[in-house]
């Protein structure tokens, strides 16, 4: 019987409320505006930091966790530049560089404990034939680390053999991508692809792996899905090693690199280019609290083995995800305060409009009270009204927010994720707001004295 009578009053007390809102429709859609704007806020915000969450994971799995990244750095001396001399007026000696090897690449294998695995990388922008057609690629010399390291998985077909990789037998694995190009509605493994002037057999495909273009851009990622993938050492005899072909002529005894100019003229140091012979070398280290200390022992080991020549560069792509990761936290924590904020005016201009409300139904709720309404009963009915108009504003918020998170994302290419905790969170929030707002206005319209109220005029 008390649950009867309880629906009943709740039903009656929401029957009146929206028929206060509807007979003031302008005035409770701009009071609802503030609730409107904060919780689409709300959704965008949280939305925008589940896709920054999602985007650093697969980044992170694409870099791998305890990975330290070393690329070489070619030489691209200005041509206009002449050689100093010393206090004596003699030509200094220009200082040689073997350059980043498969050398340096066992000397880290041998002396650091700390790491784990080693994976270098040879990369040649070349072509492929197909029914005499040239397509553009990128041909990759790798062992067989670099799919442990890069967190790539083989779909179809299998990895490089030892015979294969110690014979530099022309075999490669191609990506999705290569593989849906070129033999498209049939199976690539065992056909053979000429890839500049060199018959390649497929072994394997590896699998899809989406890479945006943010993770190319910031971390220097290659879109995998396009490569083809060879054994280094096949690399190295049936296209090219830059340790035993060299563009440009070297004095290797003096270490002197090739001077231009007359006898009367300035001497010049002509630019090296590329003399590198592997292109980028991944690092696996056993635990992540190694990445610093390791990288730099690799450092001053590389630097010492390069002649004191700083010649390359070392990453640790985590420590950049990492800092992406906090500057997106500064965005969202940005964009939380502005929605606490449009929540605030929201719920202010809610408690303003039902205290206007109160005012003008100063008469009617000393009628109330006269025919027996209890404080409760003049509570729960101005509650109803403040609920209402914010849940009314939290659904409009709902649908803004998630549109406004797919126009944000076509719009900017920065990934969204619009979740059912998020749209429910904004409920709860929005419901929260009216209560809170509501409650004041309520306590003073249940506090008003039925005879002063009755006269009001």
Not at 125 to 133: H, L, N
Not at 284 to 303: G, R, Y
Not at 304 to 333: A, V
Request: aromatic fraction near 4%; proline fraction near 3%; charge should be neutral.
């Amino acid at each position: 019987m008390a649950n009867k009578i309880l629906l009943e009053t709740i039903k009656s007390n929401l029957s009146e409320a929206v028929r206060v809102i509807l007979a003031n429709k302008v005035r409770t859609f701009l009071t609802a505006l503030g609730i409107i704007f904060g919780v689409a806020a709300v959704i965008t915000m949280l939305a925008i930091g589940k896709g920054a969450e999602q985007e650093i994971l697969a980044q992170l799995e694409l870099v791998g966790v305890n990975n330290i990244v070393i690329t070489p750095i070619p030489d691209e001396a200005d041509e206009n530049e002449s050689e100093s001399e010393d206090e004596s007026g003699a030509l200094e000696t220009i200082r040689f560089s073997k350059g980043l090897d498969l050398l340096d690449v066992a000397s880290i294998k041998e002396n650091i404990p700390t790491v784990k695995k080693l994976s270098p990388e040879i990369i040649l922008e070349t072509y492929m034939i197909k029914k005499g057609r040239q397509s553009p690629v990128r041909l990759i010399g790798v062992t067989n680390t670099f799919f442990e390291t890069s967190n790539v998985h083989i779909g179809q077909g299998e990895n490089f053999t030892e015979i294969q990789t110690v014979n530099a037998l022309p075999v490669c694995i191609i990506g999705e991508k290569v593989a849906k190009k070129l033999f498209t509605g049939e199976s690539a493994i065992g056909k053979q692809i000429k890839v500049k002037d060199v018959w390649l057999k497929v072994i394997g495909i590896i699998e899809e792996k989406l890479i945006s273009e943010t993770a190319q851009e910031n971390l220097g990622i290659r879109d995998l899905n396009q490569d083809i993938y060879i054994p280094i050492k096949t690399f190295l005899v049936r296209y090219k090693d830059r340790k035993i072909i060299s563009d440009e002529p070297l004095d290797l005894g003096g270490g002197i690199i090739m001077i231009s100019g007359g006898d009367n003229g300035p001497k010049k140091r002509k630019p090296r280019g590329n003399y590198h012979q592997i292109d980028k070398l991944t690092i696996q280290v056993n635990n992540s609290n190694e990445l610093k200390a390791t990288a730099e022992v690799v450092s001053k080991m590389l630097k010492r083995k390069h002649n004191g020549m700083l010649d390359f560069e070392i990453t640790i792509p985590i420590n950049l995800l990492k800092q992406q990761q906090k500057t997106k936290q500064i965005f969202n924590i940005v964009l939380s305060i502005i929605a606490g904020i449009s929540l605030l005016i929201g719920g202010i201009g809610i408690m303003n409009i039902m205290l206007a409300s109160i005012l003008e139904r100063t008469k009617e709720i000393g009628i109330m009270k006269a025919i027996g309404a209890t404080k409760q009963d003049i509570i729960l009915q101005f509650l109803s009204e403040s609920i209402l108009i914010s849940l009314s504003g939290g659904i409009i918020g709902c649908i803004l927010g998630i549109v406004a998170s797919y126009v944000l994302e076509i719009a900017t290419d920065i990934e969204t994720i619009v979740s059912m905790g998020s749209i429910l969170l904004s409920f709860l929030v929005a419901t929260f707001i009216g209560l809170i707002f509501g409650v004041l206005p309520a306590k003073s319209a249940a506090n008003k004295n039925p005879i002063e109220a009755i006269r009001h005029e």
